[in-house]
């Protein structure tokens, strides 16, 4: 049982659109959700974190987390081709100090 | 300038010799982590530290082997390679086990 679901894309998406991506989880107990950016042939950059249920905004980003649902998402609105990249989900690991990572999903921003 | 290197960004090598990734972080921070990256896997964790001298096993720990005697370095050592261990090898750290975890470039390995 995978323990972080993201569907894998790709999502296109027209210049400026919003993109919305998805992530569930199976830990019903995880208090803190991490949202990661990675271009290709580049590492994951940590660009969202999110700890509370509701929505965290971070200029075009905006996190949005329901723990009822076990999902957190991320928005980003007016999307940009610079913002094709593939987009990991991450959460704390149950019983662990370690995050799972979900598969990432890819986003094409089209101009 | 303040952050966490990997060397060497790529490396080529034949199945059966040993070969050694270096990882070095001047944050301090407590924790320090290895991952492999395959197509269709995702980042796997490989081993991590929480601290000088305690390493624990991740989800694929096989062929690997980590040590830590200082905070800022934690090398992960291929003693025979294979083929199968191909991939491109990240280390991160972390202030704590559940905190953001920053990445280093990465190394590309290739095994032949």
């Known amino acids: 049982q995978k323990e972080v679901e993201q569907n894998s894309g790709p999502l296109s998406v027209p210049e400026g659109a919003i993109a919305s991506l998805n992530c569930t989880y199976s830990?019903?107990?995880?208090?803190?959700f991490f949202w990661y950016r990675q271009y290709s042939g580049k590492s994951p950059e940590l660009i969202m974190f999110i700890y509370s249920n509701g929505d965290k905004e971070d200029g075009r980003f905006t996190a949005q987390l329901n723990k009822a649902s076990q999902y957190v998402s991320l928005l980003i609105r007016d999307s940009q081709p610079s913002d094709s990249a593939t987009y990991l989900c991450?959460?704390?690991?149950?019983?662990?100090?370690?995050?799972?990572f979900g598969k990432g999903t890819m986003l094409l921003v089209s101009p | 300038d303040a952050g966490i290197t990997q060397s060497p960004r790529y490396k080529i090598t034949e199945t059966g010799r040993q070969v050694t990734l270096m990882c070095h972080q001047t944050?301090?921070?407590?924790?320090m982590f290895w991952y492999r990256q395959d197509l269709g896997h995702g980042l796997r964790l490989i081993y991590y530290s929480a601290a000088a001298d305690i390493t624990d096993k991740g989800e694929v720990p096989d062929g690997y082997v980590v040590s830590r005697s200082k905070t800022e370095n934690f090398p992960l050592t291929l003693e025979s390679a294979t083929r199968s261990q191909t991939s491109v090898y990240f280390c991160a750290s972390s202030g704590t086990g559940n905190q953001p975890q920053h990445f280093g470039d990465g190394t590309r390995l290739s095994i032949l």
């Open positions: 944050w301090s921070h407590s924790y």
């Open positions: 991450a959460v704390p690991t149950s019983g662990y100090s370690t995050l799972t």
């Open positions: 830990d019903r107990g995880s208090q803190s």
